[in-house]
């Protein structure tokens, strides 16, 4: 106990010697926190739109307006050339082009149907395909006022009418930044603790002093828990700073108990700090461990569900998420700061979470050599 004692005085005190560690501990995750939520907004805004009118009538004009006024595009050509339009995409000043054809309100008027073609710039696949759909939503929805305009209302309509209503369970005003904030949170604590945990061991190996606690007379899990344990305290910190950002700063508060979340973090970091142990066991310069954590880290995050739904991912890598611990904790971010779950809701993703820690910091054990 007195040898685990020592071990820990040592690392907070080489830690905290570090003026550009307690940096990248405790200011580039406050910033990065600061910032990411505001710039990944799911929603796509000022999409520039090209519109060729060739019908010049009263209804294609309001299906203009109708479109500008929707708060999502902006009309950056009004013309009657498709060549024009084009000429327009191919500089990137345009997104998207509609055009109206010729006798588009009276086919809409004596024949009830009208077609309307739709030219989308697909070279940034994501804006293309939300503001094609969010074109056809405003669409159907001008379609839907003309017919409204236009049915009869005798006391036995033939026209169908179907109302729907609809609700927003856990974020009723589908406010990403409720969504985001935590999941943004738990990659920051992620990449903190595994790029610091995996340097850590290979700065004693670079410096020399690896050699000196070799020859005494220290185990190998009392010297890998001492290297544990403050990684683990920091990254506790470093949650609870982010917590903080995101009351004051984005008035975001867990539906659940903070309880709820530290317990399952506190499992977590064993997992992701044993991971940094393993890989700085089997590198030898803190290069290799930074390329290493990073190329991990690079997996874990893409894999994890944040910016994609892992329902939508291919089947092969649906199987790769259930081996992502980062998959679990934004599971159970999302879980207790929107729906309010408790430990007996996320007692599947513990029980995972800690068979990852006891294999990933149990392999580091045995991985790390000592040699006189």
Not at 104 to 119: P, Y
Not at 165 to 193: D, E, K
Not at 291 to 304: D, E, H, K, R, T
Not at 336 to 360: M, W
Request: proline residues 3%.
């Amino acid at each position: 106990m007195r040898t685990l004692r020592f071990l820990l005085q040592k690392e907070f005190r080489q830690i905290f010697r570090d003026a550009a560690i307690i940096r990248i501990i405790f200011m580039m995750p406050a910033v990065q926190l600061i910032l990411l939520p505001l710039a990944a907004d799911y929603e796509v805004k000022n999409i520039q739109m090209t519109v060729i009118d060739l019908d010049h009538s009263d209804y294609s004009q309001k299906l203009t307006n109708k479109i500008t006024s929707s708060g999502y595009f902006k009309l950056s050509q009004y013309t009657g050339s498709y060549n024009a339009a084009l000429k327009n995409i191919e500089k990137d000043q345009s997104d998207l082009i509609l055009q109206i054809p010729a006798k588009f309100e009276k086919n809409l008027v004596r024949e009830n149907e009208s077609t309307l073609f739709i030219a989308v710039n697909a070279i940034n696949g994501v804006k293309a395909n939300l503001g094609a759909a969010y074109l056809q939503g405003i669409i159907r929805n001008y379609n839907s006022e003309v017919r409204l305009k236009w049915i009869q209302l005798p006391r036995f309509s033939p026209e169908l009418n179907i109302e729907t209503a609809s609700s927003n369970w856990f974020n009723p005003h589908m406010n990403y930044q409720l969504f985001m904030v935590p999941g943004i949170l738990v990659v920051l604590v992620t990449m903190v603790g595994s790029f610091l945990a995996s340097l850590n061991i290979v700065r004693e190996k670079e410096i020399g002093t690896i050699e000196q606690i070799n020859v005494t007379p220290v185990h190998k899990y009392q010297f890998i828990i001492g290297k544990l344990i403050p990684f683990w305290v920091l990254g506790l910190l470093i949650m609870t700073i982010g917590f903080l950002i995101a009351r004051f700063i984005y008035g975001i508060s867990p539906t659940g108990s903070f309880l709820t979340i530290y317990a399952f973090a506190g499992v977590y970091l064993l997992a992701v700090l044993g991971l940094g142990l393993l890989i700085s066991t089997f590198t030898t310069t803190q290069q290799q461990a930074m390329l290493l954590s990073f190329f991990l880290m690079m997996v874990f995050i893409l894999l994890s569900g944040l910016y994609t739904s892992i329902d939508s991912m291919p089947e092969w890598a649906q199987w790769i998420t259930r081996f992502n611990p980062v998959t679990y904790f934004i599971e159970v971010m999302r879980m207790v700061v929107l729906k309010g779950s408790n430990l007996a809701d996320i007692k599947y993703h513990i029980f995972i979470v800690l068979g990852f820690a006891v294999f990933l910091n149990g392999w580091a054990i045995i991985s790390y050599r000592k040699r006189s």
